[in-house]
């Protein structure tokens, strides 16, 4: 007798945790899920769950709630809902976890039925700051403000901010929302932005205003001066201290973790130490690899430094190539000098006016080019270049995943390291875009 009352005991223990409350009226069966088709997917895919008992009953006013990885799935997501069935989008960045079906009735039962899903991250483009109209708007919400002529990006990697050059204003998008003006100036014909850690915002200029100019914000103060060159002398002058040193075309400018300053200088690239100016790569105009003092470049448009082994990624613009400097050596990394989009091995990929460049921490270069709409990649570790986000001749603003999405004459790069992060200057659309691994 008293092994039957254990064994009765704990058919009842199981009944109260199976259904909060037995009540037939009330809840005939649990909601079982028994499949996911498929098992595992990324954002904005749509996939089914299969199961029993999967549908509330409205008239009684019941409700269901469906979660992943234990985050509610907004009703929105939810596009066919029966007895037997859930059919819904995947949420971003919605993460692998159990799928649990819970029906809430009126009285507070709740059942549940769960499985595991796998969540496939994959690249989505978003826009991160600009309405897409043209126009000069503050705003604390990004998405509310508003561009006029975006001439380059950089990010601060001292808190993530990214700074955005215009023709007569430097603009902050704040790591934690909100679009700000840094300073005003006269309109010039600024060509690039540069921000360090703890070193200032660098500013460069072209043509008949051959220099480099800092906001100083060590003090709390935005302080506009000097840096580099001299106003109207554009005269490539290097090896020599910064005090003395010219330019002549200044194109891209880039800042190292060592706080080393690069900078592309016409068919040149240049190094900018505390004290010096010194030209580390390139001679007359024209296409050439080998030794930096001989290799040619026909107009360096961006450059980027790797930030595992030092080496420079160079975006040769009218030789429609990608090179690198690596120690005292300039190679071709990418594009057989023809102007045209064709992907595939580097040794016969082509390249069209690259334009905007960056690398990522995993051997991947990032590149824009002229006249296209694309972003494209050079994957180091297989040696192909493929398009990336985007597509080489269809203009557009969409958002969502890489291929679908779509850009309008896309320019300048920024990648932010520490987040994973790529950001685009979506010039045609006036805006500021993202793109993340999620």
Same mark, same amino acid.
């Given at each position: ?7 009765? @005991? ?6 109260? =945790? /199976? ?11 649990? +909601? ?65 976890? !159990? ?26 483009? %978003? ?37 955005? @050059? ?7 998008? %704040?790591? $934690? ?13 600024? /060509?690039? *932005? ?13 043509? $008949? ?28 002058? %290097? ?15 880039? *800042?190292?973790?060592?706080?080393? !300053? ?30 930096? !003092? ?41 594009? #057989? ?5 064709? =992907? ?5 990929? %082509? ?13 991947? #270069? ?15 570790? =297989?040696?192909?270049? /493929? ?22 004459? +896309?320019? !300048?790069?920024?990648? =932010?390291?520490?987040? $994973? ?5 979506? /010039? ?11």
């Amino acid at each position: 007798m008293h092994f039957k009352r254990i064994i009765l @005991l704990m058919v009842i223990i199981i009944t109260i =945790n /199976s259904c909060v409350k037995v009540d037939d009226s009330v809840c005939p069966a649990c +909601p079982t899920i028994t499949n996911i088709i498929p098992g595992s997917a990324s954002f904005d895919d749509t996939i089914q769950l299969i199961g029993n008992h999967l549908l509330p009953d409205l008239t009684k006013g019941d409700s269901l709630q469906l979660k992943i990885n234990n985050v509610p799935i907004p009703a929105s997501y939810i596009l066919k809902n029966t007895a037997t069935s859930i059919t819904l989008i995947v949420p971003k960045a919605i993460g692998s976890g !159990k799928v649990s079906v819970d029906i809430n009735v009126k009285d507070g039962l709740v059942n549940h039925g769960d499985v595991n899903f796998t969540y496939n991250p994959k690249w989505i483009v %978003s826009t991160l700051a600009g309405t897409g109209n043209h126009g000069y708007a503050d705003n604390s919400d990004p998405l509310s403000a508003m561009f006029k002529t975006i001439v380059d990006i950089t990010v601060d990697p001292s808190n993530n901010d990214l700074y955005v @050059l215009e023709s007569d204003k430097v603009r902050k998008i %704040s790591f $934690n929302g909100g679009v700000s003006t840094v300073m005003t100036f006269t309109p010039t014909t600024e /060509s690039a *932005i540069a921000c360090g850690r703890d070193d200032g915002i660098f500013l460069t200029y072209k043509p $008949n205003n051959c220099k480099i100019s800092m906001i100083d914000h060590s003090m709390g103060v935005n302080t506009f001066l000097d840096y580099a060159g001299q106003a109207g002398n554009c005269v490539d002058v %290097s090896n020599v201290p910064i005090a003395n040193a010219g330019f002549s075309n200044l194109n891209d400018i880039v *800042i190292d973790f060592n706080m080393n !300053k690069y900078v592309a200088d016409g068919n040149s690239l240049k190094l900018i130490t505390n004290t010096n100016v010194y030209k580390i790569a390139g001679s007359t105009t024209g296409y050439s690899d080998g030794d930096y !003092k001989t290799a040619q470049f026909s107009e360096i448009k961006s450059i980027d430094v790797d930030p595992k082994n030092g080496d420079i990624y160079i975006a040769d613009f009218l030789n429609h190539r990608i090179r690198k400097l690596s120690g005292n050596t300039v190679f071709t990394v990418a594009g #057989i000098g023809y102007p045209t989009f064709i =992907n595939g091995p580097v040794a016969t990929a %082509s390249l069209s006016y690259p334009n905007g460049l960056a690398c990522d921490t995993a051997r991947n #270069i990032y590149f824009t080019e002229g006249g296209h709409y694309a972003i494209r990649k050079i994957d180091l570790n =297989n040696g192909v270049v /493929s398009t990336f986000a985007g597509m080489h001749h269809d203009a557009g603003s969409m958002n969502g995943d890489a291929m679908m999405a779509r850009f309008n004459n +896309p320019t !300048k790069l920024a990648f =932010n390291r520490a987040l $994973n992060t790529l950001y685009i200057v979506d /010039s045609s659309n006036y805006k500021i875009r993202q793109m993340k691994f999620e």
